[in-house]
């Protein structure tokens, strides 16, 4: 397997350092990317980070900054210096803030700017939650309508659902990226996860990275987990 196809980005959703290292140092980060999201980094800090990324792992800083332009541009700034390999926002934070966050990294060196992408619609949502808040939209409008602001934010691309990326391929230009969380086997429990597809079926939707946590960090056999998942992109 060749780095342009990891295509597994495995998230470390761990309470501990020593879990998130112990998993880590049995995974290859030719076979898979890496994700730390809020608990993990609000737990072990920006060393952990940076000791993930000396092992040679392409890290996803997961911590959806949604604040003022100012902040957020700053924020992402500094997860650049931190050498991950992607970081996001949230789109619902609106233009300004996108396009602040682009500019504060835009003038580094493309081995030292981080891919910058915006989550739309959590895949925890349904058109019910979305009501809950004032949006009176279905997800999938939802999503179309802000991953068409992040490209216009000049942002590389959008978290979505797998449901959605077909949509999205047809509207967004061709290296826009997608990335799709929710991604569960037959075999697997959906556990709070509403929208959600195979990895075959999100790869053939035009998903390009997948990220997947419980079904390999919980397996018996996470190694096993990955290379299974692993497989079934290849035959997508």
Request: proline letters at 4%; hydrophobic letters at 45%; one cysteine or more.
């Given at each position: 397997?060749?780095?342009d196809?990891?295509?597994?980005?495995?998230?470390?959703?761990?309470?501990t350092?020593?879990?998130?290292?112990?998993?880590?140092?049995?995974l290859?980060p030719?076979h898979?990317?890496?994700?730390?999201?809020?608990?993990?980094?609000?737990r072990?800090?920006p060393?952990?980070?940076?000791?993930?990324?000396?092992?040679?792992?392409?890290?996803?800083?997961?911590?959806?900054?949604?604040?003022?332009?100012?902040?957020?541009?700053?924020?992402?700034?500094?997860?650049?210096?931190?050498?991950?390999w992607?970081?996001?926002?949230?789109?619902?934070?609106?233009?300004?803030?996108?396009?602040?966050?682009?500019?504060?990294?835009a003038?580094?060196?493309?081995?030292?700017r981080?891919?910058?992408?915006?989550?739309?619609?959590?895949?925890?949502?349904?058109?019910?939650?979305?009501?809950?808040?004032?949006?009176?939209?279905?997800?999938?409008?939802?999503?179309?309508?802000l991953?068409?602001?992040?490209?216009?934010?000049g942002?590389?691309?959008?978290?979505?659902?797998?449901a959605?990326?077909?949509?999205?391929?047809?509207?967004?230009?061709?290296?826009?990226?997608?990335?799709?969380?929710?991604?569960?086997?037959?075999?697997?429990a959906?556990?709070?996860?509403k929208?959600?597809?195979?990895?075959?079926?999100?790869?053939?939707?035009?998903?390009?990275?997948?990220?997947?946590g419980?079904?390999?960090?919980g397996?018996?056999d996470?190694?096993?987990?990955?290379?299974?998942f692993?497989?079934?992109?290849?035959?997508?």
């Open positions: 397997m060749t780095k196809e990891n295509r597994i980005i495995v998230a470390l959703d761990f309470d350092e020593a879990k998130a290292l112990a998993l880590a140092e049995r290859n030719k898979c990317r890496i994700k730390v999201g809020k608990e993990l980094f609000t072990c800090g060393h952990l980070v940076s000791a993930l990324c000396a092992r040679d792992f392409d890290v996803f800083l997961d911590l959806k900054f949604h604040d003022i332009p100012n902040t957020v541009a700053k924020a992402v700034a500094a997860a650049a210096d931190l050498g991950v992607m970081t996001n926002v949230h789109a619902c934070g609106g233009l300004q803030m996108m396009t602040a966050a682009r500019e504060a990294i003038d580094r060196e493309s081995d030292q981080p891919l910058l992408i915006a989550v739309t619609v959590l895949t925890s949502l349904s058109a019910d939650d979305l009501i809950e808040v004032g949006v009176q939209k279905t997800p999938e409008q939802q999503v179309l309508d991953a068409t602001l992040s490209a216009q934010a942002l590389d691309g959008v978290v979505c659902s797998a959605e990326t077909r949509a999205l391929r047809g509207l967004m230009p061709e290296d826009f990226c997608l990335v799709t969380p929710g991604i569960r086997r037959l075999e697997d959906a556990g709070d996860q929208r959600v597809v195979g990895p075959a079926e999100a790869i053939a939707n035009g998903s390009d990275y997948l990220v997947v419980r079904p390999i960090t397996a018996a996470p190694l096993a987990a990955l290379d299974a692993n497989l079934a992109i290849s035959r997508a």
